[in-house]
């Protein structure tokens, strides 16, 4: 039973850290019907600047758990002000183009902000600190659960509640919600499009930027390749989930980190990525639109 | 439509015929030059002197030139002269028997090379027909020496399974038990884990009692770590390179588990040490044996630094040692004879950079091989 519960513990940080990033997809998909490939490169980007601001406050010697928060909401703004760039540059200028340019714009953006972070930073695997404190409280649960790994799944459970409630009650989010419904209807009751999209990336870019924070603490090395797999798992939950839908991208994302967990518990490390593959494709058979996505009337 | 088809057969017998007189243009210079020479000794070398592997090979040929030039300058090989005659593979298979079949054309009798695995098993048979001798300095695949199908292959460094030999016997001198092995599913590491779960399932004293690839990359590790709990566990066998390395060393002691760990030579790196941080200490790797500070390895390099201004590559000490070896076993043979070199190669001590070595039986180099090193302090540092 502890054996299972571990892996569970262990499946649940995995999503969690899938869910962060599958939010930035699905919000985007359901926005502007973009991937956006660059969402990993975001996911890293939050790690570096992470890394970098951690660094510089170590230096000027500030309490430990300040160095986080600190971490944490640099990497967010900076991250942000990435995805909102990266909106501007690559995707606004091919709005009106058919939807093959954006995607390969995606990748192209996708592939420079790797080699941009490889030439300017190192190829090499970087430590990162270990900026999340061991809590006293844990010391029994400590060989089921560590730390970090209770952080990144609160943080999660804090981000999605907050993005959900964000979407249901503020004026923004419901501006988001009705673009998403109908572009141009929504540009025609006055609603500032571009702004919404701009927005949306900059959430999306904010809970990438944490997860990259959070994670690169809980694993302790960074390298500029980080955001390739994570991104092509976290699409892959968001796919899952159904792309477009938040409860449908956390979902996907949890369903993904268990099953990755409970592959490697039960059967073997070898078949994780199988295991995880087959059931996209188990589930994209019988439930196209992914597990929470909603059928849609192509449009004639 | 006529006209141009004739120009351009024009235009094509025009460069043939070009490229035909400068080839005997040539020769002809090569033929004035040759007559000065007095007996020469030639020493071939094979490998990867272009392409993308080009960085593993060229050593090799400036470490047989090296060598080349100190015994000429103390009299060359019985009176001879040694001349280094290079022939490219790419590390490519089909490139390699095209350069065998050279060098047996050409009449040489010793061949430094090939650099990689799969180029050196393809040349072996037209070497073997040819009764010429063959050293690699890089080679490691075990079968080329093991099988016994090449009693004319010999190599300057340690076949992989040595180091994997080394570390299961260095798991059981620590009274370990159970080992669980985990590698990166590359060929690399799971070559090394192969071996080590082979020997160790040849050996009653210890068990392997778990066998797994995690992916390089993957977000984390918590779950391979807490199988490794789970399976009971008293030591971890990495195969594999450091940043997976660092990642489950970092995950385990995390989860509270501080069974040693034991990893190859992709791991003993101080990059591990960096990004491991803490959670290295105390960490094994074996790693080859240290020749820095074997004087014959010092007067090479700083030959190598003299000549080409630069820095040694990969596999440039093996390389030295095996061109040292085989001039030296001509020279004690007396002559070229292929019996007699073999015999000298498998009988007499030689001085080379890699240490007093002699080859076995099989053509592995006796004494060249692995060392333990354990993390301490930050460093790596050899368990005596």
Redesign the interface.
């Known amino acids: 039973m502890d054996y299972f519960l571990e892996l569970f513990l262990g499946g649940l940080t995995r999503g969690s850290i899938y869910a962060l990033i599958a939010l930035g997809y699905t919000m985007v998909y359901g926005i502007i019907e973009l991937i956006n490939f660059a969402h990993g490169e975001i996911y890293m980007i939050g790690a570096f600047t992470g890394l970098i601001v951690a660094g510089l406050l170590t230096m000027l010697g500030f309490p430990g758990i300040s160095i986080l928060a600190i971490a944490v909401v640099c990497a967010i703004i900076w991250a942000a002000a990435y995805g909102y760039t990266i909106e501007k540059v690559a995707y606004k200028p091919l709005r009106g183009a058919q939807r093959l340019s954006p995607l390969i714009s995606a990748i192209g953006m996708s592939i420079f902000l790797q080699n941009y972070v490889m030439l300017s930073q190192t190829s090499d695997f970087l430590p990162f600190p270990e900026l999340i404190p061991e809590f006293g409280f844990m010391e029994g649960l400590g060989s089921i659960m560590s730390s970090s790994e209770l952080v990144i799944i609160l943080a999660t459970v804090a981000a999605c509640i907050g993005l959900t409630l964000f979407i249901k009650f503020t004026k923004l989010g419901k501006a988001m919600r009705a673009t998403a419904q109908n572009r141009k209807m929504a540009m025609l009751v006055g609603i500032n499009v571009d702004m919404v999209i701009s927005a949306t990336f900059v959430i999306g870019s904010s809970l990438a930027a944490v997860g990259g924070v959070l994670i690169a603490s809980h694993i302790g090395q960074i390298n500029y390749f980080i955001g390739f797999i994570a991104g092509i798992k976290a699409f892959t939950a968001a796919v899952l989930g159904g792309i477009g839908s938040i409860p449908g991208a956390m979902l996907g994302a949890l369903v993904l980190g268990l099953t990755e967990a409970f592959a490697t518990g039960y059967v073997s490390s070898d078949y994780e990525d199988v295991f995880a593959f087959c059931l996209l494709v188990l589930i994209l058979i019988f439930r196209p639109s992914g597990i929470m996505g909603k059928e849609k009337t192509q449009k004639v | 439509m006529r006209v141009k088809l004739s120009l351009i057969a024009l235009c094509l017998a025009m460069v043939a015929m070009l490229a035909a007189c400068g080839g005997e243009a040539e020769k002809k210079a090569e033929e004035k030059a040759a007559p000065a020479e007095t007996a020469k000794l030639v020493l071939g070398v094979a490998g990867a002197h272009s392409g993308d592997l080009a960085s593993y090979g060229l050593p090799s040929v400036n470490a047989a030139k090296l060598a080349a030039a100190k015994i000429n300058a103390a009299g060359g090989v019985n009176g001879a002269m040694v001349e280094v005659v290079a022939q490219d593979d790419q590390c490519k298979p089909e490139l390699a028997t095209n350069a065998a079949t050279k060098m047996l054309s050409d009449g040489v009798k010793i061949v430094l090379g090939h650099i990689c695995s799969g180029a050196t098993k393809a040349a072996l048979p037209i070497y073997l027909d040819g009764k010429i001798v063959v050293m690699s300095p890089s080679a490691t695949n075990p079968p080329l020496t093991q099988s016994g199908e090449y009693p004319n292959f010999f190599r300057t460094i340690a076949p992989d399974d040595a180091q994997a030999a080394l570390e299961v016997d260095f798991a059981k001198s620590l009274g370990l038990k159970k080992a669980a092995i985990i590698h990166d599913?590359g060929d690399y590491g799971k070559g090394f884990a192969s071996f080590c779960k082979q020997f160790i399932d040849a050996d009653a004293d210890i068990e392997a009692v778990l066998f797994?690839?995690?992916?390089p990359?993957?977000?984390?590790y918590?779950?391979?770590v807490?199988?490794i709990?789970?399976s009971g566990a008293d030591c971890v066998i990495f195969g594999g390179y450091?940043?997976e390395a660092?990642?489950i060393v970092?995950?385990m002691r995390?989860?509270?588990l501080e069974i040693p760990f034991l990893s190859d030579d992709g791991v003993k790196d101080d990059?591990f040490i960096?990004?491991?941080?803490k959670?290295a200490e105390g960490v094994y790797a074996t790693g080859p044996k240290d020749f820095s500070s074997n004087a014959i390895y010092q007067e090479a390099v700083a030959a190598h630094k003299a000549e080409f201004n630069a820095d040694p590559g990969p596999f440039f000490p093996e390389a030295y040692s095996a061109a040292l070896a085989l001039l030296n076993a001509v020279q004690v043979a007396g002559s070229t004879d292929y019996d007699a070199v073999m015999n000298a190669l498998r009988t007499s001590y030689v001085d080379t950079a890699v240490g007093k070595i002699k080859f076995d039986a099989k053509g592995d180099a006796e004494g060249v091989g692995f060392s333990v090193y354990q993390v301490k302090d930050g460093k790596y540092a050899e368990v005596k």
């Open positions: 599913k797994e690839g995690v992916t990359g993957a977000v984390d918590s779950a391979v807490q199988k709990k789970g450091h940043p660092s990642k970092t995950g995390k989860k509270g990059t960096k990004v491991a941080g959670y």
